[in-house]
């Protein structure tokens, strides 16, 4: 779907007006609620990580969110398994 329509809905202009911008991200948003790949969408820009753009419907400072709450829980999952016996 994001494929049909301008790429200028995806990624900001440079120097955008806030209000502009958050318009811009919500209406990027709505096309990617229809798109039937958002989910691989978004698992492709955090990955990467893609640094820019409304991707899987999430904003790049969305993503950076996911990304770090994704390593903390990691971090955390790593901390709590258990130590192999020693034999």
Same mark, same amino acid.
């Given at each position: 779907?994001?494929?049909?329509?301008?790429?200028?809905?995806?990624?900001?202009?440079?120097?955008?007006?806030?209000?502009?911008? @958050?318009?811009?991200? *919500?209406?990027?948003?709505?096309?990617?609620? %229809?798109?039937?790949?958002?989910? /691989?969408? +978004?698992?492709? =820009?955090?990955?990467?990580?893609?640094?820019?753009?409304?991707?899987?419907? @999430?904003?790049?400072? *969305?993503?950076?969110?996911?990304?770090?709450? %994704?390593?903390?829980?990691?971090? /955390?999952? +790593?901390?709590? =398994?258990?130590?192999?016996?020693?034999?």
């Amino acid at each position: 779907m994001c494929r049909r329509d301008e790429a200028g809905l995806f990624f900001a202009p440079s120097k955008e007006p806030t209000a502009a911008r @958050l318009a811009r991200e *919500e209406a990027a948003k709505r096309v990617c609620a %229809r798109c039937p790949v958002m989910v /691989e969408c +978004r698992e492709h =820009a955090l990955l990467q990580p893609e640094p820019y753009g409304v991707w899987g419907g @999430l904003t790049a400072a *969305e993503r950076r969110v996911v990304l770090t709450r %994704r390593r903390r829980r990691e971090s /955390e999952l +790593r901390a709590a =398994a258990p130590v192999p016996a020693a034999g």
